[in-house]
């Protein structure tokens, strides 16, 4: 059992970092402030092979694996969430990757990696989030074409993408609705789409979010990614992937707020003296490192299985959950040890806080993964 990563990964991990520090930090706080999408970093990103690090050589990409891409979202999220959800968001590639033809691979996965189109993920609905089999889009056959016609919510690249993987019933007869959805790939350009920008959240505010709408939309049935009926299994394995996306921003922030929380206290004087010399902060600080860790072993494990193709869907709920929850706390604790200055949008650990709270409600809230835990042990 060997815990380390190579040189090859450790490389990887700095050249992330880095692009971070030198491409994030001078525009963080005004991005956040404007819900302005980087789309010049993310050019750079593409050009440095950081976005879609998992897609393979054949296709563009640098031929990596998921743990590869964990560890780059990890730093991106180090430095700054909201931006760095460039490196995790390329929804949708990977139902293309696992599901789609040899076609569709070579026509939509290089555009991501070199920079020339970006993606979404449209399966969650107004009525219908953790409950994925509960959507009510339709895609009704109609001579060689689907016609689709519904509502999705919360689209992260929403009004920005170039193309999105859609869930949607098409077999609205069958009994078991699990087996009534199926994927769909449709160009945003298509007639019918209203694509509305959701302004106001409360993080991760880089990051473009949105609504979309559906009015008889014409997308050929050659659109359709993997199996008709089988849209939900489909998903259900693109969310055992995208979770450990998640738990590894859950790292990443929690350990751009450790750091943070570091050099606050050794430079804060109170009584005389750095509130670093306090043994209730030294503790503190502790604390926060060994949850730090321990969120940031058990997501690698998770990364690591899905490349070894034993992926275990109660581990990534676990790496998801955990890692939500440490974000959470270490956040909140970093922002307690700045006082009353952390509450201020001078200093960047308000914006680490608000941007952590997600992590416990996209790709599945913290409920879902403890019935997934569950469910599995019983």
């Known amino acids: 059992m060997d815990f380390a990563l190579t040189d090859e990964q450790k490389m990887l991990q700095k050249m992330a970092y880095k692009f971070a520090v030198n491409e994030f930090t001078p525009i963080a706080k005004d991005y956040d402030r404007e819900e302005k999408f980087p789309r010049e970093v993310w050019k750079k990103a593409c050009e440095s092979g950081l976005i879609g690090a998992f897609i393979p050589e054949k296709y563009g990409g640098v031929g990596a694996g998921f743990l590869e891409n964990a560890l780059i979202v990890e730093e991106f999220s180090r430095v700054d969430m909201g931006i760095g959800l460039i490196g995790a968001a390329p929804f949708g590639t990977e139902n293309i990757l696992f599901f789609g033809t040899e076609e569709q691979k070579q026509k939509y996965l290089p555009p991501i990696v070199n920079g020339e189109a970006i993606s979404a993920g449209a399966y969650t609905e107004p009525d219908a989030g953790t409950d994925v089999a509960g959507i009510k889009t339709?895609?009704?056959?109609?001579?060689?074409?689907?016609?689709?016609?519904?509502?999705?919510?919360?689209?992260?690249?929403?009004?920005?993408?170039?193309?999105?993987?859609?869930?949607?019933?098409?077999?609205?007869e069958?009994?078991?609705?699990?087996?009534?959805?199926?994927?769909?790939?449709?160009?945003?350009?298509?007639?019918?789409?209203?694509?509305?920008?959701?302004?106001?959240?409360?993080?991760?505010?880089?990051?473009?979010?949105?609504?979309?709408?559906?009015?008889?939309?014409?997308?050929?049935?050659?659109?359709?990614i993997g199996q008709e009926g089988k849209g939900f299994y489909e998903v259900m394995q693109f969310f055992d992937v995208t979770r450990i996306m998640v738990a590894a921003q859950g790292v990443g922030v929690a350990q751009g707020a450790l750091d943070l929380a570091l050099k606050y206290?050794?430079?804060?004087?109170?009584?005389?003296?750095?509130?670093?010399?306090?043994?209730?902060?030294?503790?503190?600080?502790?604390?926060?490192?060994?949850?730090?860790?321990?969120?940031?072993?058990?997501?690698?494990?998770?990364?690591?299985?899905?490349?070894?193709?034993?992926?275990?869907?109660?581990l990534n709920a676990m790496a998801k959950y955990y890692s939500?929850?440490?974000?959470?706390?270490?956040?909140?604790?970093?922002?307690?040890?700045?006082?009353?200055?952390?509450?201020?949008?001078?200093?960047?650990?308000?914006?680490?806080?608000?941007?952590?709270?997600?992590?416990?409600?996209?790709e599945g809230v913290r409920e879902a993964e403890l019935m997934t835990i569950a469910r599995r042990l019983v």
């Not at 009004?159 to 949607?168: E, H, Q, R, S, W």
């Not at 945003?188 to 409360?202: L, P, S, V, W």
């Not at 804060?268 to 969120?295: C, D, H, S, W, Y």
Request: aromatic residues 8%.
């Open 265 to 314: 206290v050794q430079e804060r004087k109170t009584f005389g003296k750095p509130i670093i010399a306090n043994q209730a902060v030294q503790f503190k600080l502790a604390e926060m490192a060994t949850k730090i860790e321990l969120a940031r072993t058990l997501t690698y494990k998770a990364a690591w299985t899905i490349d070894k193709g034993i992926s275990d869907p109660k």
């Open 324 to 362: 939500g929850h440490t974000a959470i706390w270490v956040t909140n604790e970093a922002l307690q040890l700045h006082g009353g200055y952390g509450y201020i949008d001078e200093y960047d650990i308000q914006r680490f806080y608000r941007d952590a709270r997600i992590l416990e409600i996209y």
């Open 138 to 172: 339709t895609a009704k056959k109609d001579g060689d074409d689907y016609v689709i016609n519904g509502s999705k919510m919360f689209i992260t690249n929403g009004t920005i993408c170039d193309f999105m993987v859609v869930l949607a019933i098409t077999n609205p």
């Open 174 to 224: 069958e009994e078991k609705r699990h087996r009534r959805q199926s994927l769909i790939l449709v160009e945003a350009d298509r007639e019918g789409i209203t694509r509305t920008k959701i302004h106001g959240k409360m993080g991760i505010r880089a990051s473009d979010t949105a609504e979309i709408a559906f009015d008889n939309v014409r997308v050929p049935q050659s659109n359709l």
